[in-house]
């Protein structure tokens, strides 16, 4: 079955990196595109970034020019490098990936930026 478990969160100062991983089994991972998403309690969940199957990236519009999302398809994973945190990027990050109309999610990663 889809499993995606992302790790690499935790606490870092507003200014600092954190890079996020996302590894991926149950399906060929590198048909698939490959997306990140965040969640506060006060906010829908929200689109950060995605991955085509062939490494084009984009993105939302709050993290652009920040975060870098890349794959590596030999290791089955999903990496999201965030760059210049601030406060207003804490939250859950979740890994998701669509397939045949179905969104399949991992556990999550806690991500605190504070001083």
């Known amino acids: 079955q889809v499993q995606l478990v992302e790790s690499g969160g935790g606490l870092v100062q507003p200014g600092g990196s954190l890079r996020l991983s996302c590894a991926a089994s149950?399906?060929?991972?590198?048909?698939?595109?490959m997306n990140w998403y965040r969640q506060t309690p006060e906010k829908e969940r929200e689109f950060i970034a995605g991955?085509?199957?062939?490494?084009?990236?984009y993105y939302g519009a709050s993290v652009k020019g920040r975060f870098t999302i890349s794959r590596d398809n030999g290791k089955n994973t999903v990496y999201l490098e965030m760059s210049s945190l601030k406060p207003e990027d804490t939250a859950v990050y979740y890994c998701?990936?669509?397939?045949?109309?179905?969104?399949?999610w991992g556990q999550g990663t806690q991500v605190t930026v504070s001083s």
């Open positions: 998701n990936v669509r397939r045949f109309q179905y969104d399949y």
């Open positions: 149950g399906f060929t991972f590198s048909s698939y595109a």
């Open positions: 991955i085509g199957s062939v490494g084009l990236g």
